[in-house]
């Protein structure tokens, strides 16, 4: 009978060996307990090899043999992705307002040049309102969830406005809606970082 090695399991600094349980049946209690902890997992490795939490399922669980997960708290995660949004969003702004000028401007192949290059902008920024918002809203604080309901519907229609070949709409959508959602998200942001800190 061949013998079952533990699945050794190191989260930060606490090493711990499960006997007889796959990585498949430990990973959703886990995913609970850092939930219930307001902890966000930052980095994660299935045998030596990283992954995106996300992915952790493509990995046949039975052949897991060590799992190295880093957190960090939301808040501490939130203040980072406060951080980087301070330095970020006011470009993803400028960039939009660019992209109007453009197509005001009738140069319409450099205007889908840049909105191209700004589509994973919008969309890290559609994630980041959320997934703060969604959290804030836990502590009370719904500003930035309206916001991103705003911000989504707004991306609705960009996407409309460029599937109708409707060059007017989304070049006024970018620069007096979108761009404007931007720069209201980010202040939400500041007002829930000085919360996190207070």
């Known amino acids: 009978m061949p013998t079952v090695k533990p699945l050794c399991l ?11 349980a796959s990585f498949g049946t430990v990973y959703p209690d886990l995913v609970k307990r850092l939930n219930e902890e307001e902890k966000v997992i930052v980095e994660m490795s299935l045998n030596g090899v990283n992954v995106l939490p996300d992915g952790v399922f493509d990995v046949p669980s039975e052949k897991v043999e060590l799992v190295v997960i880093r957190t960090k708290t939301m808040e501490e995660f939130a203040l980072d992705l406060i951080e980087t949004a301070e330095e970020y969003l ?4 400028n960039g939009m307002i660019q992209i109007a000028s453009q197509f005001h401007a009738g140069r319409e192949q450099e205007a889908h040049a840049l909105l191209a290059e700004a589509i994973e902008g919008l969309e890290w920024a559609d994630s980041c309102f959320a997934g703060l918002g969604q959290w804030a809203a836990t502590k009370g604080n719904h500003e930035l969830l309206v916001v991103s309901g705003t911000y989504q519907n707004q991306i609705v229609s960009v996407s409309f406005a460029m599937e109708q070949q409707n060059i007017t709409d989304l070049a006024d959508l970018l620069e007096y809606e979108l ?20």
């Open 10 to 20: 190191q989260i930060d600094d606490i090493t711990m060996e499960h006997q007889a």
């Open 90 to 93: 006011p470009k993803l702004t």
């Open 179 to 198: 761009a404007v959602t931007t720069e209201e998200g980010l202040k939400c942001l500041q007002v829930l970082r000085d919360l996190i800190k207070s």
